[in-house]
């Protein structure tokens, strides 16, 4: 008996990780420092600054997931990856209870005060000053992140189910369609944001993800 794998790991690990990336990113703290950003700099070099702070922070986690599945039995890395996706998906959906009618907001006001701090007794500089204060900024807040833990354990599934190269397009594609929303719309969105929801349609993403993997699993075990 084979494994069920996708027909394109590439294609599926794309659209999985764009998704992923999406749902966690919108309303999240990084999205609402863009869209303030954005309103005291140019759209143009906040968004330049952001989206290559989130770049960085996709090439470590993802170093990260692929280095544990690199490093670990093959046979065990579905069943690793079943675990993650499994736990990962239902703290999602905990935490998705917890969470007020003005969560967005709640991460709104976060941001704006942290952009305050990194603000307070700074001088007006150039591009290169308004690049560097938008690529720190995110940088940090991006850093044990829910969006870093979700890139991790996508990395963690077995090639044959998500390739490298299509999780690194997806996750890509998806900080750089959200951060084009914060920096450009960003008022408008963020205000029609619910956390609950996102939170619960991620939880459930990943729970699917946990399914295919153990799936994938227990057919390798079948087979062997």
């Known amino acids: 008996m084979s494994p069920p794998l996708p027909s394109d790991p590439g294609l599926a690990a794309f659209g999985s990780s764009l998704t992923a990336i999406t749902l966690a990113e919108l309303g999240d703290k990084t999205f609402f420092m863009a869209l303030i950003l954005a309103v005291r700099h140019s759209a143009r070099l906040v968004f330049v600054g952001a989206f290559a702070a989130l770049s960085a922070v996709t090439l470590l986690s993802l170093g990260v997931g692929y280095g544990l599945r690199e490093l670990l039995p093959q046979w065990l890395v579905p069943w690793l990856a079943a675990a993650l996706f499994l736990g990962f998906g239902l703290k999602l959906l905990v935490d998705a209870q917890g969470l007020g009618a003005d969560a967005a907001r709640e991460e709104e006001e976060e941001a704006e005060e942290a952009v305050r701090a990194a603000e307070r007794g700074q001088k007006s500089g150039g591009a ?43 996750t890509l594609a998806g900080h750089a369609f959200v951060t084009g929303l914060a920096v450009g719309a960003g008022k408008w969105i963020g205000g029609r944001v619910n956390e609950q929801l996102l939170y619960r349609l991620s939880g459930g993403l990943f729970l699917a993800f946990a399914l295919v993997s153990l799936l994938q699993a227990l057919a390798s075990v079948g087979g062997s």
């Open 128 to 170: 290169l000053a308004v690049l560097w204060e938008c690529f720190a900024l995110v940088f940090v807040a991006e850093l044990g992140d829910r969006t870093q833990f979700a890139t991790i354990v996508l990395a963690t599934a077995p090639a044959e189910v998500f390739s490298f190269a299509g999780l690194l397009a997806g």
